[in-house]
């Protein structure tokens, strides 16, 4: 999903088999509907590259919330992110039920990136 026209037009064709929708993150659950993409059932991970750091905790909601009606029980919503702070805030966190795992670094990166998985508990582990 991808929110820029321009930067959509751009991977669909550098990506021409890639499924790809120019839409809102946060209509992730609706456009995935409506495109037929989850006539095999929910999906067992969202990744995301963004910039939740600087987004508001209502829009960070919006967007984690859509994610996790797409994920099967027991999904993941992997982030990754360029700051040194978890890019959910806690209190969106906790709102959603959800619980963060620092799962790797990236310190030669410039600047450095860390990958953040976010699932909620008591739900079946993915494989």
Not at 84 to 93: G, K, L, N, T
Request: glycine share 12%.
């Amino acid at each position: 999903v991808e929110l820029n026209e321009a930067l959509h037009q751009h991977l669909r064709q550098r990506f021409p088999g890639v499924w790809m929708a120019c839409a809102d993150a946060g209509a992730l659950a609706q456009v995935a509907q409506h495109m037929g993409y989850l006539e095999g059932g929910p999906v067992d991970a969202v990744v995301s590259g963004l910039g939740l750091l600087s987004m508001g905790r209502a829009t960070q909601k919006r967007i984690l919330s859509s994610a996790f009606k797409v994920l099967r029980p027991g999904g993941h919503f992997i982030q990754f992110t360029y700051g040194p702070a978890q890019p959910v805030s806690s209190e969106v966190a906790e709102d959603l039920g959800l619980v963060a795992q620092r799962r790797g670094m990236a310190l030669w990166n410039i600047p450095p990136a860390t990958v953040w998985v976010y699932t909620r508990p008591g739900e079946p582990p993915s494989a």
